[in-house]
């Protein structure tokens, strides 16, 4: 070969190698801008499915103000649905934590939404004990306020639950000692001179635990909105975008395997008690499963349909892992709907279907075993991506 012709050969390659680095530098560059959008996105959700839990609240709120002035058994349905509304788009928040985020970092507020199981005589009267509960012992609770609720949550054990959904959940059905309904709570517990005891306090109590968790939903959603000095601007302003959205993986992983078909499912299926399942004052423990799942689905779909039908979506982990690795993508694509498919089978009510699991070609114990799985998808599509997930507890 001449010289010259060897020369011109070297040149080629050489540029060849360097547009091949210039292409990957590019792909990098474009996958770091991609991952920043989905970071972005998972905030735009966050914020759009607080502030939907935060207005459905301040309705129950409005529902529970007119039946505590006018206590009636229309007003008191009214006050059941407006909770079970609310439930909806809370249910999908679930998955926004298990990482130390705002809601159950160090200082988290999650405790006093959430929490469950719930002993009701903690609370109020009980099958057996008229007397149970911060409401009938004004002796020792004369002021039923904000702060007095706030500090004896979870006082002296993690069933003794005064806050959050749950404690008003109970106030509304009372215990569900039935196998044929939810509980059968009347509304003359509220009516001054009617059934039970303590009418005014339990009036009292109703109200100023609904204010308390509209409170904290404020706060929760103050902290994911766009453009203001809050946690929101710390979480998506993270120049390591990869542990970041490890971080939120880790969340809807936690919850789909550990929290999901763990606590909430494998727990009541195995031990068959309704006291285990987390709505079991109103029979609505199948919705919530439902929900939990569609928090799981959205933050990795990077959609949410708001309570006003508006669709919140872009950038997904969906869109990055299929970029990565088709085959990873599309099993975990399939976890998805087999999962979905079968807790939407679920019957209800819940601690019905707990005890007839096997009579419904064990549905709830094929749904845990799928959560799992997709929990497991997630993160070995996590992994095509070089991002770590700990599902650790």
């Not at 996105?41 to 935060?54: E, H, L, P, R």
């Not at 309705?59 to 349905?77: C, R």
């Not at 004990?129 to 609720?149: E, R, Y």
């Not at 809050?230 to 120049?239: L, P, Q, V």
Request: hydrophobic share 40%.
């Amino acid at each position: 070969m001449k010289k010259s012709n060897l020369i011109l050969a070297i040149c080629c390659v050489l540029l060849s190698l360097s547009a091949c680095k210039n292409d990957e530098i590019d792909t990098q560059a474009q996958l770091q801008a991609t991952k920043k959008e989905v970071v972005e996105n998972y905030a735009n959700i966050v914020f759009a499915s607080y502030t939907d839990s935060y207005d459905k609240a301040n309705e129950l709120l409005a529902k529970v103000n007119s039946f505590v002035a006018q206590p009636n058994q229309a007003n008191f349905e009214a006050c059941k649905q407006a909770w079970k509304d609310a439930r909806l788009p809370y249910g999908q928040t679930e998955g926004y934590r298990f990482y130390g985020g705002f809601i159950d970092g160090d200082n988290g507020i999650e405790g006093f939404i959430n929490s469950w199981p719930l002993d009701e005589g903690y609370i109020d009267y009980v099958e057996g004990n008229p007397n149970a509960g911060i409401i009938n012992n004004a002796a020792l609770f004369p002021t039923i306020n904000k702060t007095v609720l706030q500090d004896l949550n979870e006082q002296g054990g993690e069933t003794n639950i005064a806050t959050g959904y749950h404690a008003i959940e109970f106030l509304l059905w009372g215990q569900d000692l039935y196998a044929t309904s939810a509980g059968r709570r009347p509304f003359t517990d509220f009516v001054s001179n009617g059934t039970a005891k303590n009418q005014d306090r339990r009036r009292i109590y109703l109200k100023v635990v609904t204010e308390l968790l509209v409170e904290h939903l404020a706060q929760l959603k103050a902290e994911w909105q766009p453009n203001s000095n809050n946690y929101r601007k710390k979480f998506t302003s993270n120049a390591n975008t990869d542990a970041v959205i490890g971080s939120f993986l880790r969340g809807i992983c936690i919850l789909s395997k550990g929290e999901l078909a763990g606590q909430r499912m494998t727990v009541a299926l195995a031990n068959k008690d309704q006291e285990e399942e987390h709505s079991c004052f109103s029979d609505n423990t199948h919705i919530d499963i439902q929900m939990n799942f569609k928090s799981v689905q959205n933050v990795y779909f990077g959609t949410y349909k708001t309570t006003s039908g508006q669709v919140i979506t872009g950038k997904s982990i969906k869109d990055l892992v299929a970029q990565a690795d088709k085959t990873k993508s599309e099993a975990t694509l399939k976890a998805f709907a087999d999962t979905e498919k079968l807790i939407f089978a679920i019957p209800a009510p819940f601690d019905q279907a707990i005890l007839n699991d096997a009579q419904n070609n064990n549905v709830i114990a094929n749904a845990i075993k799928n959560l799992k799985l997709l929990s497991d998808r997630i993160v070995d599509g996590a992994f095509s991506l070089k991002i770590v997930v700990d599902t650790t507890e």
